[in-house]
């Protein structure tokens, strides 16, 4: 099956910095999302990004299917954006394989 | 729009019990599928259900299983539990199977506890 591995495995900022989470995958894919696990356990659905690049305020992914990775930027961090992120990929539908993920401490 | 809603939040059982675990998706999604998350072995796709259908299956074994109703509400049982069968399951729903722009949307999980 498809693998995923996400670097770094453990990340610590102080406030403000920015960061660039990677991600590559094994085989070609049809479906790649970024997640973020906040400290309570919930699963949030940051981008949904097969290819391309796109932005949603301080974060920002790209994902280059061609040389299959991702890389998710994380601006200006805050320490809201603490907890792991999550790479998952498929080849066609949403049968999810996860990467096991990237821990982010944002200090102040 | 409410989100993904999970029932039970939390729960403790004992080894043989089974348990029942339940999954309301997003108003208007019709995919639902389920994770099970553990320490050691991350995150892993459990199965997925699409207009009361399975339509894919992980590798889990048949002590495991599910079903989704009508009105897309889903449901997943684990009978004879076991110790390892602690984990967080989590629930996600689509709008549906394989369309571009499909976006998982996830509850905020049941936490399972076997003693």
């Known amino acids: 099956g498809i693998q995923v591995e996400q670097s770094p495995p453990d990340l610590i900022l102080q406030e403000g910095a920015n960061s660039t989470l990677r991600c590559n995958f094994s085989d070609s894919v049809n479906n790649l999302q970024w997640f973020h696990q906040n400290p309570w356990g919930q699963l949030i659905n940051l981008f949904y990004i097969p290819s391309g690049t796109k932005q949603n305020g301080r974060l920002s992914a790209t994902t280059v299917a061609t040389e299959r990775y991702s890389l998710l930027y994380i601006s200006s961090s805050q320490t809201t954006d603490s907890g792991v992120y999550f790479c998952?990929?498929?080849?066609?539908?949403?049968?999810?394989?996860f990467g096991a993920g990237t821990i982010l401490r944002v200090k102040s | 729009k409410a989100g993904v809603t999970q029932t039970p939040r939390y729960l403790i059982k004992t080894r043989g019990q089974q348990v029942t675990l339940s999954c309301s998706p997003i108003s208007g999604h019709r995919s639902v599928s389920w994770y099970q998350q553990t320490p050691g072995q991350g995150l892993q796709f459990l199965f997925e259900y699409f207009s009361e259908t399975q339509r894919n299956k992980g590798n889990f074994p048949g002590r495991f299983s599910g079903r989704q109703f009508s009105n897309s509400r889903s449901e997943m049982n684990v009978s004879t539990l076991e110790l390892g069968d602690s984990a967080l399951y989590l629930c996600?729903?689509?709008?549906?199977?394989?369309?571009?722009?499909?976006?998982?949307?996830f509850g905020s999980g049941t936490q399972l506890s076997v003693l």
């Open positions: 996600a729903s689509s709008l549906s199977v394989g369309r571009a722009n499909e976006k998982l949307f």
């Open positions: 998952a990929v498929d080849r066609n539908g949403n049968k999810l394989v």
